[in-house]
């Protein structure tokens, strides 16, 4: 099993952004996903998460301003990042417990994809 998170790139703030994170391999079902970033010296953070069922729940920093959601057919979670600000500048990480074809849950992560908030 593997996560390939993408889409990062350099935005200027009040913009937009949308991450992907698709999981490949042999997979029995997906449970917990989550995207969280980690800026410079600074510890990594949750910002967004989403059960097996769709149930999101956000970091207050960004509530309001990103959106996760899931396709389960297709293996993917996206994160939309809307009126992004300068402290929204890290490396965005996917994690997710993905049950593969033994059927026991174990947590992967993605490589990262870097978002670059600025003027």
């Known amino acids: 099993v593997q996560l390939q998170a993408s889409g990062g790139g350099l935005v200027q703030p009040g913009g937009s952004l949308r991450l992907s994170c698709a999981a490949s391999g042999s997979i029995f079902n997906i449970g917990f996903v989550g995207w969280y970033r980690q800026a410079p010296g600074k510890q990594r953070e949750l910002v967004a998460s989403?059960?097996?069922?769709?149930?999101?729940n956000y970091a207050d920093s960004v509530k309001g301003r990103f959106t996760i959601s899931r396709d389960n057919a297709k293996n993917t979670v996206a994160l939309q990042m809307n009126s992004l600000k300068p402290e929204d500048t890290a490396v965005y990480y996917c994690?997710?417990?993905?049950?593969?074809?033994?059927?026991?849950?174990?947590?992967?992560w993605g490589q990262g994809t870097l978002v670059t908030v600025s003027s």
């Open positions: 994690n997710a417990d993905v049950a593969g074809s033994d059927y026991v849950f174990r947590s992967y």
């Open positions: 989403i059960g097996s069922y769709g149930s999101p």
